[in-house]
Structures are given as structure tokens and as C-alpha cells.
């Protein structure tokens, strides 16, 4: 694989969103040769129609939520055919994986975020917003109760109701603080803005609190105890970039205490980084472990204090306290309580998690849509409709299933059951019919039902839920956006696959997700990225392509360059250290 085409598949690593952008990166790789890399993006937009009210009647949509989801639904959507109401608590979207830079002043908060109505305003008003929280979702009559966010003094009501043709839930998730005693009290989270404000305060208070005169040298060590609580990609970037903050800013400015400065990154599992390549897990141990950041593996929090955090060994069944300064809770995510309360009325409140069919569509529920972390695909069974795929690819109702008629169906079982095609790629199957042949490898002209039962009966193995990340909310908002779109096309003319139970085709293709890679930034300029097709780089050149694609990512050219001045600003004058 050439350089070019490595830059150019990992510039897709996050869905994009401006409407137009052109970014132009110079980098020096370690082998000295100078790369240039240039990325275009268009965005096609509908063309705003005007259309005569007593010609047609606009369908309510409501879009709950302006994360990256429900963005990437609104910056698509056609809105000369709906009438489109936004409700979120924040009027901003927010470039959530620049959060840990922000942190420690390597970015400034303003330069992530973009105003709602400064994304809307080009479609001339026709996307309504409000700011205000959505706390009850009334699924049987069509409508959802909402509270604004402001202060008590202000005049008017609290509370409204507004009434929907089409929902789409995508208010994102919450910290999960797996009910352990204390998180909420004695942590700090990084999940939002204000989260990554807070936190950068406090570190300057660890470090003031620490020069005062009076304190013991202990006393010292332990204000200036930083604890990462989970060693996913969020932990590790934010302990990166803590690690460098305190060694190229916060030493020069404290010297007193730059001795006694502690990172402690404590993981349940028995790697960081598990969901990356491995090797890209072994590479992140070894330099936390050069640069003085403790990796504690194996150990389960049970309690935080404000003074100590205490945690259970698993090899050894041990407990432990270690006092700190600052903690930062950083384990994963769970359902927002409104999704819960509406789970219950749909009949799925026993579930964890919102269940969608591979449309989008929340089972149980007409016209309601949820996507990005709020939900997860519930994707069917192979197995469960077995029968019924045998009797539809057997034309001649012979009770055999020849290699012919298998093959005129197998393009809507692999779009209709993608697990099938990710267990040909697990065995190396080069052709599908591959899985018609018999135990000793030799192919058959016919298999009967239960050879076809024994053919697929792996299959569903490999069916897996897609992780809670922005490339994911980020995808399935535009496709949600185009089936809307292409919606009273698809009524009379239906593109999806076969309707194995039933007669005629799906409305819409299903969604699916394609990974274009993720990168987990290391410190000391220093990165790693994991791409499609098992590419995993790590060193100095691939913290450039993080600075390039993370920068040509940015919903709009102001926070573009707003990034872009403000990584500049560190490496002339270093991060701002003032408390604000």
C-alpha cells in the first residue's frame, strides 16, 4: 500500500461534516521525505424546493439530540418535504474526540464546538430548534414532553409538548458508573464539555493546592495523584495528554513538586486498549511504562472517597486503598434515564439498551427511529428464518436446494444477514456456495433442509454489536437521512432485499456499517492508528495524519482553523495554565 492511499483511507476514519473543505497538511515522516496531503470534501445538499401547502402537506419530523448522530442526520435531510423540529439541552455540537485535548489546554473548548443555528441557518429557517430537554417520550399519542434548561427567574413555561409523524431518538448515552459507591460524588467524567472545562480546572487546583506552605511531602504526593479509571481510548488519551502537559508546561511552572507527580491508570481488563490490534495495545503498555504512567490491570474500583479510591486485585481476590488527587471515571457508557422510562412503555424494559431493527427502526414502536449510542442494532437471525429462506430459493418445491437456486437468493441473504459474510471471511471461504459442501470439503449439486440447517448453523456466531463511537452515530445518520429522503420513492419502487416471510422486497437497503479505522493518540507526539485490512501504524508520522485527519474532520471552516491556530499556539508558546 502506497503512502497516499494509507492517507487517504484513514482521512475516512470519522465521517466528515462541512459542507465543503480543503485541507492541506505538510508532514515529515521519519524517513525524512516530505508528504503533502490534500483532502476535498463536497457536500452535495439538496436544493431547498418550495412547495405550495395545498399541494402538500409536511410530515413532522422531531430529531431529539445534536450530537453526531442527529447532526449527520439534519445536515442531509431534505427539508422541502419535512417540517423538522430539534430538541437538545445543548445548542451546540461538540467535536467530542478533541475532549481530552481539551482538557489540558492543548485545545480550547470554543474551538471544538459549533452553534446549532449556525449549522441549521442554511436551510433558511426550516429546521425549528429548541433548547430544552426531552423527559418523556409518549409513544401511544404521538408526543414527547420537553423542559427547557434555564434558569427559574426567566419568564413562561417550563415544560411543553409537541406532537411527531417521525421520531428519531439520538441523545446519545450517559457515564455508567456501574452503581459503585461514590463515582458520582468524588469523580470527574469526560463525556462533555463542561466535563473537560472541570477537569482542567482541577488540575491546575491539584498542582496550586500542592505549593502551598504547611503541606507534608506526603501531603503533596497525594494532591498531585492523578487516577484514570478505565483504559479504553478516552482514559489513555486523556492520561497522554495529561502526562505531557505536566512534563513540557507544568514542570517549568511548579518545579518544587515536578518530582512528585503520579499517573495511575487502572483497567479492569488485562490490557488497555483491548479493542485494538494488539499490538497496538503492547506498544501503548510499554511507553506508558517509559514515560513513569502506571498501568494497574486485573483491578476492579469498588468505592471512591474523596480521599481514596479503593479497588479489588482479581489474581489475588486483594483489596486495596490508594489516596488521590483527582479521579476520572472513564468505564463506558449506559441508557439516559428517558430512553429507560420509554423501553418500559415499548416492552422492552428489560433490555440495557434500545433495540433497533437493521432499519433504524425501534422495534416495538411505529414511525420511531434511534440511533448513536442511545441504541443497538438487534440484527436477526440466520437460524430463526431458516425454513423460510429454503422454501424461497427452492422454486421447483423439490425439497432440494440445488447450487443454482442458492445462488439466485444468496445476494439478499448476505444483505440481509451481513453475519454471513463475516463468517466466510472468518474461514477464509473464498465463494458462498463453499457452504454447501459436505463435511469432507466435497461439493454437493443439492442439499436437503436439514444439510442447509448444518450449512448455516455457524453463522450467527459471528453477529456483533457495533461499538459506541462517533464514526458509528456519525454513519447512521446520513443513511437515516437518505432513506427519508428517498422515502416515497422507495414506496413504489422498494430497493432492499427479498422478504424471505412475506412477499416483495424491503423499502430500504439496511444499514451498514463500514469501520475506517481509529487512532489512539500516545503522547510525545506519538500516535497509533488501526485501519481496514489489518494496516496498524504507530510513531511520530501517524500523530501528523491524527493532526490531519482530526483537523479536516471539523464540522465547519471556523472551528477548522480555530483547531488548527490552537495546536499551533502549544508548540510556539505551550498551554495555558491559567485557572479559567
Not at 440484527?379 to 425454513?387: F, G, L, N, S
Request: net charge neutral; glycine share 6%.
Amino acid at each position: 500500500m502506497t503512502i497516499l492511499s494509507f492517507f487517504c483511507r484513514a482521512s475516512r476514519s470519522f465521517n466528515g461534516y462541512p459542507a465543503c473543505s480543503k485541507l492541506l497538511v505538510l508532514c515529515t515522516l521519519s524517513s525524512g521525505s516530505l508528504v503533502a496531503y490534500s483532502e476535498s470534501q463536497t457536500d452535495v445538499s439538496n436544493t431547498s424546493v418550495k412547495i405550495d401547502e395545498k399541494d402538500c402537506k409536511k410530515r413532522r419530523v422531531v430529531v431529539l439530540g445534536t450530537g453526531w448522530a442527529g447532526i449527520s442526520f439534519l445536515k442531509d435531510l431534505d427539508v422541502s418535504t419535512h417540517d423538522v423540529q430539534v430538541i437538545s439541552p445543548r445548542n451546540y455540537f461538540a467535536f467530542t474526540p478533541l475532549l481530552p485535548s481539551v482538557t489540558c489546554g492543548t485545545v480550547e473548548a470554543r474551538s471544538i464546538v459549533e452553534p446549532v443555528r449556525n449549522i441549521i441557518k442554511k436551510r433558511n429557517g426550516e429546521i425549528q430548534f429548541c433548547e430544552a430537554e426531552c423527559i418523556k417520550i409518549d409513544a401511544a399519542n404521538k408526543k414527547i414532553l420537553c423542559r427547557s434548561t434555564f434558569d427559574n427567574n426567566l419568564v413562561g413555561n417550563e415544560e411543553f409538548s409537541l406532537g411527531y409523524d417521525y421520531l428519531v431518538i439520538a441523545v446519545g448515552a450517559q457515564v455508567n458508573t456501574f452503581n459503585t459507591p461514590g463515582v458520582v460524588e468524588n469523580c470527574h467524567f469526560l463525556k462533555e464539555v463542561e466535563d473537560a472545562q472541570k477537569i482542567r480546572r482541577s488540575v491546575i487546583d491539584c498542582f496550586e493546592k500542592a505549593v502551598l506552605p504547611g503541606l507534608s511531602e506526603e501531603e503533596r504526593r497525594i494532591n498531585l495523584h492523578f487516577v484514570i479509571v478505565g483504559g479504553g481510548p478516552t482514559g489513555v488519551e486523556f492520561a497522554a495528554e495529561l502526562h505531557d502537559y505536566v512534563q513540557e508546561d507544568l514542570v517549568n511552572l511548579y518545579p518544587t513538586v515536578k518530582d512528585l507527580v503520579k499517573i495511575t491508570v487502572i483497567q479492569s481488563g488485562d490490557h488497555i486498549l483491548n479493542m485494538f490490534d494488539e499490538r497496538i495495545s503492547s506498544f501503548a503498555e510499554q511507553k506508558f511504562s517509559r514515560d513513569g504512567i502506571e498501568v494497574q490491570t486485573g483491578c476492579r474500583v469498588i468505592s471512591v472517597s474523596d480521599k481514596e479510591i479503593t479497588m479489588k486485585l482479581k489474581s489475588k481476590g486483594e483489596v486495596c486503598s490508594v489516596p488521590h488527587g483527582l479521579v476520572v471515571w472513564s468505564t463506558g457508557v449506559e441508557t439516559r434515564p428517558v430512553v429507560k422510562d420509554f423501553m418500559g412503555q415499548i416492552g422492552q424494559g428489560r433490555r440495557r439498551v434500545l433495540a433497533t431493527d437493521e432499519w433504524l427502526r425501534v422495534k416495538g414502536c411505529a414511525d420511531v427511529y434511534a440511533l448513536g449510542d442511545c441504541a443497538t442494532i438487534n440484527q436477526r437471525k440466520v437460524m430463526e428464518d431458516i425454513a423460510t429462506i429454503f422454501k424461497a430459493a427452492d422454486k421447483d418445491n423439490s425439497g432440494a436446494l440445488t447450487v443454482k437456486e442458492f445462488q439466485d437468493v444468496i445476494d439478499d441473504i448476505l444483505e440481509r444477514y451481513p453475519q454471513v459474510e463475516h463468517y466466510l471471511k472468518s474461514k477464509h471461504l473464498s465463494d458462498v456456495t463453499d457452504l454447501l459442501k459436505d463435511p469432507e470439503g466435497n461439493a454437493r449439486d443439492e442439499v436437503d433442509i436439514e444439510g442447509f440447517k448444518l450449512a448455516l448453523s455457524h453463522v450467527d456466531s459471528q453477529m456483533k454489536n457495533l461499538p459506541a463511537t462517533a464514526q458509528v452515530a456519525a454513519q447512521q445518520g446520513a443513511y437515516l437521512s437518505k432513506c427519508f429522503n428517498r422515502r416515497q420513492q422507495c414506496e413504489d419502487n422498494p430497493e432492499g432485499p427479498r422478504r424471505f416471510k412475506g412477499s416483495g422486497r424491503h423499502q430500504f437497503h439496511p444499514f451498514r456499517y463500514k469501520h475506517l479505522g481509529q487512532f489512539a493518540p500516545l503522547g510525545g507526539e506519538q500516535a497509533a492508528a488501526e485501519l481496514p485490512g489489518d494496516w496498524v501504524s504507530i510513531g511520530h508520522s501517524t500523530q501528523w495524519l491524527w493532526y490531519s485527519v482530526y483537523a479536516s474532520k471539523q464540522v465547519s471552516w471556523r472551528t477548522r482553523l480555530l483547531v488548527v491556530s490552537d495546536w499551533t499556539r502549544r508548540f510556539i508558546f505551550g498551554r495555558d495554565s491559567s485557572r479559567i
